[in-house]
């Protein structure tokens, strides 16, 4: 069975772009969700869907979006880039049979996002 | 505001060694506690959970230790080889429809030498 794949890998971007970030979950897995890695904060929850609705979501400003789609695969958006966003952004999926975020998350390699 | 206190920052330890790393925590909502390996390039991995329950869960060379008491969870990974030098993550999940994440400690950077 394949695991998450996330497009694209690598991503520079210059401050006040926007940028779209895709995440395919495993097959069969219908909860996605997003972190945001760096040196300094470490790893932090960005937000989780489930059946294409955002069932949680962290501490980040409105400039960070996602949605799913009815195949289950999630986009993540940042709008006005700040240098600060640079970071490696994961998605992960889970079946969540459970009803909860106990199910085993699946992580993709990242997206390492650049913003200059 | 970081609710999951990991340390050390990073260790170095011997082959065939055991390797401790360890958790605090401050809210008693949490109520599972998974650790996470990633390797350079990769994403996460889980590697083994435990439910407040339980004072104690194994697999194979690796041990979650739990005291609730104390607010404090340990990995402890026996006879520790070059291939678990990772960085290792411990964290905590309060399952709480519409306001559930996982909140992660700050890393340990294992290093297991020869």
């Known amino acids: 069975k394949a695991g998450v794949t996330q497009t694209p890998r690598y991503l520079i971007k210059t401050r006040g772009q926007q940028v779209t970030l895709s995440c395919s979950p495993i097959s069969g897995h219908r909860s996605v969700s997003w972190y945001q890695q760096t040196p300094g904060q470490g790893l932090q929850f960005l937000f989780e869907y489930f059946s294409e609705t955002q069932r949680n979501k962290g501490n980040f400003p409105g400039r960070f979006s996602g949605r799913q789609f009815s195949n289950s695969r999630s986009e993540m958006n940042v709008s006005t880039l700040e240098l600060g966003d640079s970071a490696l952004y994961l998605c992960?999926?889970?079946?969540?049979?459970?009803?909860?975020?106990?199910?085993?998350?699946?992580f993709g390699p990242g997206t390492r996002l650049t913003v200059l | 505001q970081q609710q999951v206190k990991q340390s050390p920052q990073s260790l170095i330890v011997q082959k065939g060694g055991i390797s401790i790393i360890n958790c605090a925590y401050e809210n008693t909502a949490f109520d599972y506690f998974p650790w996470y390996q990633q390797f350079p390039g990769k994403g996460p991995a889980l590697l083994i959970a435990?439910?407040?329950?339980?004072s104690e869960k194994k697999e194979g060379r690796f041990t979650i230790s739990f005291n609730k008491s104390a607010k404090q969870f340990s990995l402890h990974i026996m006879d520790s080889q070059p291939g678990d030098s990772a960085t290792y993550f411990c964290a905590a999940l309060i399952p709480n429809f519409g306001n559930e994440k996982l909140t992660f400690g700050t890393g340990t950077r294992l290093t297991i030498i020869p």
């Open positions: 435990i439910r407040p329950d339980v």
């Open positions: 992960a999926s889970s079946l969540r049979t459970s009803g909860t975020l106990t199910d085993t998350q699946y």
